[in-house]
């Protein structure tokens, strides 16, 4: 047996120069020896040498080392094992692969695993194996396993001969599109490519069209090869099938591997999307797609013709710099190349290329994000150590920093899958990441701090302002704070505002039972009458949940409380607390509401000729005809608004302003009605002119509301603030004093409190009236008076709003909370029942007409016109 040393001297042999200058000289020595020698011996040996020569020295040997492969050409996508033995103690052992110029080591990863026995003689060997899952064309090359002893390594190498196949076929046609509009005849020529990574298979590629053989034509540079293909199209319309070409490759193994490409044919006729810069004229339903991005980046853009208008583009395109990362961590994954040194500079790459000032696409974010996932996946069997920390957490902040945007068609699900692919991929790598010291390292969107429990100690600090309290026995404690990712995970509590921090809690090392507290910072925009809710997020179901967490008041703070740890937040409703059938009564008072009016508006019609006979009469019936189309108006507006959803943002404006306006106009025309009642009760011998009253009430019933609703909408644009909010089509509450809401909540308030002083000096009046006669029945009749006034005007002015504030003011845990409520969704959303049954059929001389009407049988619309007539008569009598 023949064995080869070298030996390679690090630090150099130093020797004295005539100057006096340190000169440093390397040698490289090769041994051939025929005897095999222990490696205790060939260590003293070597010790002695470095001593004597004051210099490093590594020995390499060969021929020591038994190994075992395939040696005939192995299939693609095939499972290979690799061994090597040596009869021999060793310390570790070690496998590299190189391909072309590059050596890579190999450690268990995706594809990879590699096993390692030590052994002590040539009947116990040392053995190491690798198993390839998937042999492609990374895997390609020559295996060199190594037994290490001190300064001694024992080597083997192979070459592992793999057919291989592309690992990816890129296909493009040009033109994009092609034109068959009125060719039917003609023939067009389609050029098809398709290219695939440099490679030194010699591959068989053969295109296809119509089943038949095209030629092929090769170009080839150091970074791919490109096959093209010029098609002579037929431009007669197919049926079935649309138009493709097929290109296949065969290997040495005569193993397929091929790529198809459709290309969208239009014909006269046919709906289509015009040209439009570099898209070609496309027929609608089809899909193209384009090579061609911007310098310094990599990969395609689509665009799809729906109907005869374009969609947007989908950009695939990353920057070169990027893709080069993204491969990194693709092999490290597998288990190529999976060193410390490797990762570092892998998170080092992702930082330099998501920088906080780039200008990344959504596309780039997206295989951002992929790195960071493939990376978690890879730390689950790969070990990562701490000193990767500072440039995984500077790549992850600037990746919350770049821009989010994808396609509208693909918004909501593809922003939710990258936004919980980011969290479940960060939390993961900072559960794997092995930490020997406390850590406290904090960037613009995440804040990270590590440290070690002592037993019988309550842990407790702050990250992002949210103070966390952890209880264990002992253990590594990990907690990281997120901003900025909230907003974009997928929300299913309903009308909930997304949170402004995301936690992570980690305990490693500690079997104790935990329980953890965690003070959030105020919610902005919270009221008491909002829900909070203790969440964290279930990686399972990718979703908010509340099992395991409760919401724990301490020392006037609120903390969330879970007796489990994962990624945690607080979420506050966007709405009070809902109440069952609520929603139920409220369109059913509506309905019956607005019913109610439209039948009390077609009375009046009917019998405004015969009841308004005096000027007192006049002034009521005209303030009530007032009241009921304004509110007949707001609770159609109302229910209009009702699915805030399916509205688009300039109905929900109008019906915003609609509710807005006719509410207060209602309330308004309430107000004439008690200043005219008022009067008439104060100054029993200065009656109102007809002509006066009209135009303050014309005044105060519809100018004011416009001014209001008007200054109100005039001045959130001007402070650039909310008018209405999008999801409810209502005005804003923000807080006392706060948001628009209060420009109806104040003049309804006031109307409100001078229409009941209004009714308290009636229902004095009527007392004071009835006190000089004394007697029982008397006594009878003025409570029955009291009860009677109280009972009719009630409804028309507007007092049972009055039960609004008191829902304002009460808190949702209150036990009188749900009473008021459905207090105040009943009488109100009934309020036009009401005035049908107070304004109308109580009234006795309405009554009576009706029943004349009803009995006389006197043609309606003789009755309508009298009505009108009269109607016209006396507004402008004086």
């Known amino acids: 047996m023949m064995i080869t040393l070298l030996l390679f001297p690090v630090a150099c042999l130093s020797l004295p120069s005539p100057l006096g200058v340190i000169r440093s000289t390397s040698a490289d020595f090769e041994v051939e020896l025929s005897v095999i020698f222990e490696n205790a011996d060939l260590t003293t040996v070597i010790k002695d040498l470095e001593k004597e020569l004051n210099a490093t020295i590594t020995v390499v040997s060969s021929g020591l080392v038994s190994i075992k492969y395939p040696k005939e050409t192995v299939d693609y996508n095939s499972l290979q094992i690799l061994n090597c033995t040596y009869g021999q103690a060793i310390d570790s052992t070690g496998w590299d692969l190189t391909n072309g110029n590059i050596t890579s080591n190999i450690n268990n990863g995706i594809v990879s695993e590699v096993t390692f026995e030590s052994g002590n003689s040539s009947s116990h060997p040392s053995k190491t194996n690798i198993v390839i899952k998937k042999v492609t064309g990374n895997w390609a090359g020559k295996y060199t396993c190594s037994f290490s002893n001190g300064p001694v390594k024992h080597v083997a190498s192979a070459q592992l001969d793999v057919a291989l196949l592309p690992d990816v076929i890129t296909m493009a046609t040009k033109p994009l599109s092609v034109d068959c509009s009125g060719k039917t005849e003609s023939i067009v020529e389609v050029e098809v490519k398709a290219t695939i990574q440099a490679t030194t298979e010699p591959y068989t590629v053969m295109a296809t069209y119509n089943n038949k053989e095209q030629t092929v034509t090769n170009t080839s540079n150091m970074a791919q090869i490109n096959y093209t293909s010029k098609i002579e199209m037929n431009c007669q319309p197919t049926q079935g099938s649309p138009q493709s070409v097929t290109y296949t490759f065969t290997n040495r193994n005569n193993e397929n591997k091929w790529g198809t490409i459709y290309f969208p044919v239009f014909y006269e006729g046919d709906t289509t999307c015009p040209a439009e810069k570099d898209w070609p004229e496309t027929p609608s339903g089809s899909t193209v797609v384009s090579q061609e991005c911007e310098a310094g980046k990599v990969g395609s853009k689509e665009r799809t013709c729906l109907k005869n208008k374009w969609s947007e583009i989908l950009s695939k395109c990353i920057s070169e710099n990027l893709k080069k990362v993204a491969n990194a961590a693709n092999d490290f994954a597998q288990g190529l190349g999976a060193t410390q040194a490797v990762a570092l500079s892998i998170f080092s790459g992702l930082k330099n290329s998501s920088t906080s000032d780039s200008s990344m696409n959504g596309a780039e974010t997206q295989e951002s994000i992929n790195v960071l996932n493939t990376m978690a996946t890879a730390s689950a069997t790969i070990d990562l150590t701490e000193s990767i920390l500072p440039d995984f957490l500077g790549a992850a902040s600037n990746i919350l920093n770049n821009s989010w945007e994808v396609p509208t068609s693909s918004h909501k699900s593809l922003l939710h899958n990258m936004s919980s692919k980011y969290l479940n991929s960060v939390e993961g790598l900072v559960r794997n990441i092995q930490v020997n010291n406390t850590q406290d390292l904090i960037t613009h969107n995440l804040d990270l701090k590590i440290w070690r429990v002592e037993p019988n100690t309550t842990c407790n600090h702050t990250v992002f302002g949210v103070a966390v309290i952890l209880n264990a026995s002992f253990g590594t404690v990990k907690t990281m704070a997120m901003k900025e990712l909230g907003n974009n995970l997928e929300m299913k509590f309903k009308d909930t505002q997304p949170p402004s921090i995301i936690l992570t809690a980690i305990l490693e090392n500690s079997s104790s039972r935990i329980n953890i507290k965690l003070g959030f910072p105020p919610i902005e925009g919270r009221t008491e009458d909002s829900e909070v809710f203790c969440v964290f997020w279930n990686t399972s179901t990718n979703e908010w949940s509340r099992e395991g967490c409760w919401l724990n008041s301490i020392e006037n703070q609120t903390f969330c409380e879970c007796n489990h740890l994962t990624s945690f937040s607080m979420l506050m409703s966007k709405t009070s607390v809902s109440l069952p059938f609520l929603d139920e009564i409220t369109y059913v008072g509506l309905g019956v509401s607005i019913c109610s009016l439209l039948v009390f508006l077609v009375i009046e ?274």
């Open 605 to 878: 019609v009917f019998v405004w000729s015969a009841v308004v006979k005096s000027n007192l009469s006049h002034f009521r019936h005209t303030a009530m005809v007032n009241i009921s189309l304004c509110l007949f108006l707001a609770d159609c507006s109302f229910l209009a608004s009702s699915f805030p959803q399916a509205l688009s943002p300039t109905w929900c404006l109008v019906l915003t302003v609609c509710q807005h306006f006719f509410f207060t106009a209602m309330f308004f025309w309430m107000l004439c009605l008690s200043l005219m009642l008022l009067h008439q009760v104060i100054f029993v011998f200065s009656p109102l002119r007809r002509r006066v009253y009209m135009f303050i009430s014309s005044i105060l019933g519809y100018v004011c509301p416009t001014v209001i609703v008007g200054a109100t909408y005039v001045y959130c644009r001007y402070t650039d603030t909310n008018y209405h909010n999008d999801k409810t089509c209502w005005l804003i509450y923000k807080g006392l004093l706060k948001g628009s809401i209060h420009a109806f909540i104040l003049p309804v308030g006031t109307i409100v409190l001078t229409n009941m002083f209004s009714m308290a000096v009636v229902i004095l009046t009527l007392v004071k009236s009835s006190i000089p006669e004394g007697g029982k029945e008397d006594d009878k009749e003025m409570v029955k008076s009291i009860m009677k006034a109280v009972v009719f005007l009630t409804p028309v002015f507007g007092v049972t709003w009055a039960l609004g504030f008191a829902v304002l003011m009460t808190r949702p845990k209150d036990p009188m909370n749900p009473v008021i409520h459905y207090t105040f969704t009943i009488v109100n959303s009934l309020q036009g029942f009401f005035i049908l049954l107070t304004g109308c059929f109580a009234e006795k001389r309405v009554r009576d007409e009706l029943c004349k009407l009803i009995t006389s049988g006197r043609p309606a619309s003789k009755s309508i016109s009298e009505s009108m007539k009269n109607l016209t008569t006396t507004n402008t009598k004086d």
